[in-house]
């Protein structure tokens, strides 16, 4: 099993191209068949390569659906606060094949906050709104807006 660890990380430094791969050549009697660098029959390094290359590609793909579920993310907040729109975020929509939605639990959030600002921008909603303030609180704005309103008209006209 040592002997086994030691090939696959030298292999890796050989690959990153640090060297290292003379010394195992030497040891091994200058043998270049892979699987039996790796200890392994030619079938079982076939094998091993295989479900290697398809897990990596079931990590890119997740990888790749995870970033699209990110830029979907953007791309409704950027519409809901009107910001401008980015080609990177859609390219990474179109990458994961069109078909990506928020996450479930964004989704429930996102619905939420629609819904709270939906009632907030409702006639019923201002209703509630004035029942929660203070009565003081409305009569100073009052007079606040009806003070500067004048002061503005007082500027603007000679006559007053």
Do not use: W
């Amino acid at each position: 099993m040592a002997f086994f660890m030691k090939t696959m990380i030298t292999n890796q430094v050989k690959n990153l191209g640090f060297g290292g791969g003379s010394e195992e050549k030497k040891e091994e009697g200058g043998t270049s068949d892979p699987a039996a660098a790796q200890g392994m029959t030619r079938e079982e390094y076939e094998e091993y390569q295989k479900q290697m290359i398809e897990e990596k590609m079931e990590r890119d793909a997740a990888f790749t659906q995870k970033k699209a579920e990110r830029a979907c993310l953007r791309v409704h907040l950027r519409e809901k606060y009107r910001l401008p729109k980015s080609e990177m975020d859609e390219n990474q929509i179109q990458m994961a094949g069109d078909d990506v939605d928020l996450p479930e639990d964004l989704r429930k959030m996102v619905d939420e906050d629609q819904e709270e600002e939906e009632d907030k921008d409702s006639i019923l909603g201002q209703l509630q709104n004035l029942q929660n303030m203070d009565l003081d609180t409305i009569k100073e704005k009052a007079q606040a807006t009806f003070t500067e309103i004048k002061q503005t008209a007082e500027q603007k006209c000679s006559v007053m």
